[in-house]
Protein backbone atom coordinates (compact mmCIF):
# COMPACT_ATOMS: atom_id res chain seq x y z
CA UNK A 1 0.00 0.00 0.00
CA UNK A 2 2.97 2.26 0.46
CA UNK A 3 3.32 3.23 -3.14
CA UNK A 4 -0.57 3.92 -3.02
CA UNK A 5 -0.31 6.18 -0.03
CA UNK A 6 2.56 8.04 -1.83
CA UNK A 7 -0.01 9.13 -4.20
CA UNK A 8 -2.39 10.44 -1.61
CA UNK A 9 0.12 12.07 -0.35
CA UNK A 10 1.39 13.74 -3.39
CA UNK A 11 -1.99 14.85 -4.35
CA UNK A 12 -2.29 16.60 -0.23
CA UNK A 13 0.74 18.17 -0.78
CA UNK A 14 -1.13 20.68 -2.53
CA UNK A 15 -3.93 20.90 0.59
CA UNK A 16 -5.32 24.52 1.23
CA UNK A 17 -8.68 25.53 3.17
CA UNK A 18 -9.65 26.32 -0.88
CA UNK A 19 -9.22 23.48 -1.73
CA UNK A 20 -10.53 21.53 1.23
CA UNK A 21 -13.95 23.28 0.22
CA UNK A 22 -13.52 22.73 -3.68
CA UNK A 23 -13.12 18.56 -3.15
CA UNK A 24 -15.80 18.72 -0.14
CA UNK A 25 -18.00 19.90 -2.28
CA UNK A 26 -17.14 17.82 -5.71
CA UNK A 27 -17.41 14.57 -3.41
CA UNK A 28 -21.18 15.16 -2.61
CA UNK A 29 -22.12 14.60 -6.55
CA UNK A 30 -21.48 10.59 -5.64
CA UNK A 31 -23.48 11.24 -2.18
CA UNK A 32 -26.81 9.78 -1.98
CA UNK A 33 -28.92 13.12 -1.57
CA UNK A 34 -27.68 14.69 -4.70
CA UNK A 35 -28.32 11.82 -6.39
CA UNK A 36 -31.89 11.10 -5.32
CA UNK A 37 -32.86 15.11 -5.58
CA UNK A 38 -31.89 14.81 -9.32
CA UNK A 39 -32.91 11.12 -10.01
CA UNK A 40 -36.84 11.43 -8.58
CA UNK A 41 -37.07 14.99 -10.70
CA UNK A 42 -36.23 12.73 -13.63
CA UNK A 43 -38.92 10.21 -12.77
CA UNK A 44 -41.60 12.32 -11.45
CA UNK A 45 -41.42 15.25 -13.91
CA UNK A 46 -38.90 15.02 -16.77
CA UNK A 47 -38.96 11.07 -17.82
CA UNK A 48 -40.49 8.02 -15.82
CA UNK A 49 -38.64 5.25 -18.15
CA UNK A 50 -35.58 7.21 -17.30
CA UNK A 51 -36.35 7.61 -14.00
CA UNK A 52 -36.77 3.78 -13.93
CA UNK A 53 -33.12 3.49 -15.67
CA UNK A 54 -31.42 5.58 -13.39
CA UNK A 55 -32.65 3.76 -10.21
CA UNK A 56 -31.86 0.15 -11.29
CA UNK A 57 -28.55 1.11 -12.65
CA UNK A 58 -27.23 2.25 -9.18
CA UNK A 59 -29.47 0.17 -7.01
CA UNK A 60 -27.88 -3.03 -9.26
CA UNK A 61 -23.85 -1.26 -8.89
CA UNK A 62 -24.75 -0.43 -5.47
CA UNK A 63 -25.20 -4.00 -4.49
CA UNK A 64 -22.12 -5.05 -6.48
CA UNK A 65 -19.66 -2.60 -4.74
CA UNK A 66 -21.03 -3.47 -1.35
CA UNK A 67 -20.54 -7.18 -2.63
CA UNK A 68 -16.97 -6.50 -3.21
CA UNK A 69 -16.22 -4.58 -0.58
CA UNK A 70 -17.36 -7.75 2.01
CA UNK A 71 -15.49 -10.23 -0.13
CA UNK A 72 -12.35 -7.90 0.05
CA UNK A 73 -12.54 -6.32 3.57
CA UNK A 74 -9.58 -3.79 2.17
CA UNK A 75 -8.98 -1.17 5.14
CA UNK A 76 -8.90 2.32 3.93
CA UNK A 77 -6.06 4.77 4.49
CA UNK A 78 -7.36 6.85 7.41
CA UNK A 79 -4.92 6.71 9.89
CA UNK A 80 -2.12 5.65 7.24
CA UNK A 81 1.16 7.51 8.48
CA UNK A 82 1.33 11.09 6.52
CA UNK A 83 -2.29 10.97 5.54
CA UNK A 84 -5.16 13.11 6.56
CA UNK A 85 -8.38 12.70 6.54
CA UNK A 86 -11.45 14.59 5.42
CA UNK A 87 -15.00 14.24 5.38
CA UNK A 88 -14.64 10.50 7.26
CA UNK A 89 -18.48 10.43 8.00
CA UNK A 90 -18.80 9.78 4.23
CA UNK A 91 -16.26 6.87 4.91
CA UNK A 92 -17.82 3.65 6.51
CA UNK A 93 -16.91 0.10 6.12
CA UNK A 94 -14.23 -1.44 4.18
CA UNK A 95 -12.56 0.83 0.97
CA UNK A 96 -12.22 -0.95 -2.00
CA UNK A 97 -13.96 0.05 -4.23
CA UNK A 98 -14.70 3.46 -3.72
CA UNK A 99 -18.52 3.70 -3.39
CA UNK A 100 -18.79 7.39 -4.02
CA UNK A 101 -16.52 7.16 -7.78
CA UNK A 102 -19.30 4.13 -8.35
CA UNK A 103 -22.47 5.92 -7.58
CA UNK A 104 -20.95 9.20 -9.71
CA UNK A 105 -19.83 7.00 -12.45
CA UNK A 106 -22.82 4.68 -12.63
CA UNK A 107 -25.48 7.93 -12.16
CA UNK A 108 -23.71 9.92 -14.93
CA UNK A 109 -22.74 6.99 -17.05
CA UNK A 110 -26.28 5.33 -16.95
CA UNK A 111 -27.86 9.01 -17.84
CA UNK A 112 -25.35 9.55 -21.09
CA UNK A 113 -26.25 6.06 -22.40
CA UNK A 114 -30.16 6.63 -22.04
CA UNK A 115 -30.11 10.50 -23.23
CA UNK A 116 -27.19 9.28 -25.73
CA UNK A 117 -25.50 12.81 -26.32
CA UNK A 118 -22.40 13.32 -26.87
CA UNK A 119 -21.93 16.37 -25.23
CA UNK A 120 -22.94 14.59 -21.83
CA UNK A 121 -20.73 11.70 -22.91
CA UNK A 122 -17.82 14.16 -21.86
CA UNK A 123 -19.62 14.96 -18.64
CA UNK A 124 -20.32 11.39 -17.25
CA UNK A 125 -16.61 10.57 -18.24
CA UNK A 126 -14.94 14.10 -16.59
CA UNK A 127 -17.27 14.63 -13.04
CA UNK A 128 -16.49 11.04 -11.94
CA UNK A 129 -13.04 11.55 -12.48
CA UNK A 130 -13.27 14.30 -10.08
CA UNK A 131 -15.23 12.65 -7.39
CA UNK A 132 -12.73 10.16 -7.27
CA UNK A 133 -9.80 12.73 -6.96
CA UNK A 134 -11.74 13.70 -4.61
CA UNK A 135 -11.91 10.51 -2.56
CA UNK A 136 -8.00 10.66 -2.95
CA UNK A 137 -7.88 14.55 -1.62
CA UNK A 138 -10.20 13.57 1.36
CA UNK A 139 -8.09 10.73 2.53
CA UNK A 140 -10.22 8.15 2.63
CA UNK A 141 -9.54 5.82 -0.45
CA UNK A 142 -6.67 4.26 -2.17
CA UNK A 143 -6.34 4.87 -5.46
CA UNK A 144 -7.06 0.84 -6.05
CA UNK A 145 -10.47 1.80 -5.45
CA UNK A 146 -10.88 5.08 -7.39
CA UNK A 147 -10.46 3.11 -10.47
CA UNK A 148 -12.09 0.42 -9.39
CA UNK A 149 -15.44 2.07 -8.81
CA UNK A 150 -14.76 4.32 -11.86
CA UNK A 151 -15.04 1.18 -13.97
CA UNK A 152 -17.80 -0.49 -12.34
CA UNK A 153 -19.65 2.72 -12.21
CA UNK A 154 -19.30 3.36 -16.31
CA UNK A 155 -19.49 -0.34 -17.29
CA UNK A 156 -23.00 -1.27 -15.17
CA UNK A 157 -24.94 1.16 -17.89
CA UNK A 158 -23.05 -0.31 -20.66
CA UNK A 159 -23.67 -3.77 -19.55
CA UNK A 160 -27.33 -3.55 -19.25
CA UNK A 161 -29.18 -1.50 -21.59
CA UNK A 162 -29.97 -3.54 -23.84
CA UNK A 163 -31.95 -5.57 -20.94
CA UNK A 164 -33.70 -2.98 -19.68
CA UNK A 165 -35.06 -2.21 -23.20
CA UNK A 166 -35.75 -6.21 -23.59
CA UNK A 167 -37.60 -6.15 -20.86
CA UNK A 168 -39.69 -3.02 -21.44
CA UNK A 169 -43.05 -2.69 -19.45
CA UNK A 170 -42.07 -6.11 -17.18
CA UNK A 171 -39.30 -4.21 -15.75
CA UNK A 172 -40.40 -4.92 -12.41
CA UNK A 173 -39.80 -8.36 -12.58
CA UNK A 174 -35.98 -7.71 -14.10
CA UNK A 175 -35.73 -5.43 -11.14
CA UNK A 176 -36.58 -8.30 -8.99
CA UNK A 177 -34.50 -10.88 -10.73
CA UNK A 178 -31.29 -8.72 -10.36
CA UNK A 179 -32.24 -8.01 -6.63
CA UNK A 180 -32.08 -11.74 -5.63
CA UNK A 181 -28.97 -12.80 -7.55
CA UNK A 182 -27.03 -11.57 -4.24
CA UNK A 183 -29.02 -13.07 -2.02
CA UNK A 184 -25.92 -15.86 -1.85
CA UNK A 185 -23.69 -12.66 -0.21
CA UNK A 186 -25.36 -12.26 2.61
CA UNK A 187 -22.87 -15.02 3.35
CA UNK A 188 -20.59 -12.87 3.79
CA UNK A 189 -21.69 -9.56 4.10
CA UNK A 190 -24.01 -10.66 7.20
CA UNK A 191 -22.81 -8.15 9.70
CA UNK A 192 -22.21 -5.12 7.16
CA UNK A 193 -24.95 -3.01 7.46
CA UNK A 194 -24.39 -0.78 4.16
CA UNK A 195 -24.91 -4.17 2.11
CA UNK A 196 -28.58 -4.54 3.78
CA UNK A 197 -29.12 -0.99 2.60
CA UNK A 198 -28.19 -1.06 -0.43
CA UNK A 199 -30.06 -4.82 -0.54
CA UNK A 200 -33.32 -2.68 1.01
CA UNK A 201 -32.85 -0.22 -1.73
CA UNK A 202 -32.70 -2.31 -4.54
CA UNK A 203 -35.33 -4.45 -2.98
CA UNK A 204 -37.61 -1.13 -2.83
CA UNK A 205 -36.76 -0.05 -6.51
CA UNK A 206 -38.44 -3.33 -7.19
CA UNK A 207 -41.57 -3.00 -5.35
CA UNK A 208 -42.29 0.10 -5.79
CA UNK A 209 -42.04 -0.33 -9.96
CA UNK A 210 -44.13 -3.16 -9.53
CA UNK A 211 -46.97 -1.48 -7.96
CA UNK A 212 -46.43 1.61 -9.59
CA UNK A 213 -46.88 -0.37 -13.50
CA UNK A 214 -49.55 -2.36 -12.21
CA UNK A 215 -51.59 -0.08 -10.44
CA UNK A 216 -50.58 3.45 -10.63
CA UNK A 217 -48.97 4.26 -14.35
CA UNK A 218 -48.74 7.77 -14.25
CA UNK A 219 -47.09 9.71 -16.94
CA UNK A 220 -44.90 12.89 -16.87
CA UNK A 221 -45.57 14.05 -20.78
CA UNK A 222 -47.50 16.84 -21.53
CA UNK A 223 -47.98 17.88 -17.62
CA UNK A 224 -47.64 21.65 -17.37
CA UNK A 225 -44.69 23.30 -15.12
CA UNK A 226 -46.60 24.32 -12.11
CA UNK A 227 -47.65 20.72 -11.58
CA UNK A 228 -44.28 19.33 -12.19
CA UNK A 229 -42.73 21.94 -9.48
CA UNK A 230 -45.72 20.63 -6.69
CA UNK A 231 -45.02 17.15 -7.42
CA UNK A 232 -41.61 17.92 -7.59
CA UNK A 233 -40.93 20.01 -3.82
CA UNK A 234 -44.27 17.41 -2.45
CA UNK A 235 -42.24 14.17 -2.84
CA UNK A 236 -38.98 15.19 -1.49
CA UNK A 237 -40.70 16.22 1.88
CA UNK A 238 -42.15 12.71 1.38
CA UNK A 239 -38.83 11.14 0.88
CA UNK A 240 -37.25 13.38 3.54
CA UNK A 241 -39.98 12.13 5.89
CA UNK A 242 -39.84 8.57 4.84
CA UNK A 243 -35.89 8.65 5.42
CA UNK A 244 -35.90 10.35 8.58
CA UNK A 245 -39.02 9.35 10.78
CA UNK A 246 -38.05 5.59 10.70
CA UNK A 247 -34.25 6.51 11.27
CA UNK A 248 -35.51 8.02 14.76
CA UNK A 249 -37.87 5.21 15.44
CA UNK A 250 -35.86 2.27 14.31
CA UNK A 251 -33.46 0.83 16.38
CA UNK A 252 -30.60 0.03 14.57
CA UNK A 253 -29.43 -3.15 12.92
CA UNK A 254 -29.09 -4.37 9.70
CA UNK A 255 -32.81 -5.41 9.49
CA UNK A 256 -33.64 -2.67 10.56
CA UNK A 257 -31.77 -0.38 8.25
CA UNK A 258 -32.97 -2.64 5.28
CA UNK A 259 -36.39 -1.68 5.82
CA UNK A 260 -35.44 1.91 6.25
CA UNK A 261 -33.67 2.01 2.63
CA UNK A 262 -36.45 -0.38 1.14
CA UNK A 263 -39.17 1.85 2.33
CA UNK A 264 -37.33 5.23 0.58
CA UNK A 265 -37.87 3.97 -3.02
CA UNK A 266 -41.03 2.48 -2.63
CA UNK A 267 -42.53 5.54 -1.31
CA UNK A 268 -40.72 7.67 -4.02
CA UNK A 269 -41.29 5.21 -6.96
CA UNK A 270 -45.28 4.44 -5.85
CA UNK A 271 -46.87 5.83 -3.40
CA UNK A 272 -45.67 9.46 -3.89
CA UNK A 273 -46.85 9.02 -7.73
CA UNK A 274 -50.34 7.05 -6.58
CA UNK A 275 -51.12 10.73 -4.69
CA UNK A 276 -50.35 13.10 -7.06
CA UNK A 277 -52.04 10.88 -9.86
CA UNK A 278 -55.06 11.20 -7.58
CA UNK A 279 -54.75 14.54 -6.97
CA UNK A 280 -53.97 14.93 -10.66
CA UNK A 281 -50.84 16.92 -10.20
Not at 163 to 191: C, M, Q, R
Amino acid sequence: MEFQAEIIRAIQSAANPALDFIFEAITMLGEDFFIIFVATFVYWCYKKDMGYWLCWCLSFGNLLVSSVKCVFKIPRPIGYEGIRTLREHTAPGYSFPSGHTHASANFFGSAARYLDKKWFWCVALIVPAFVGLSRLYLGVHWPMDVGAGYIIGMGIPLLLWKLFKKFGEKKALLFLISTLVYLPFFAVAWDDTSFWKSFGFALGVAIGAFIETKFINFETEGVPVKKRVLRYIGGIVLVLIVYLVPKALLPVGPVYSLIRYLLIPVAATALWPAIFKKFRF
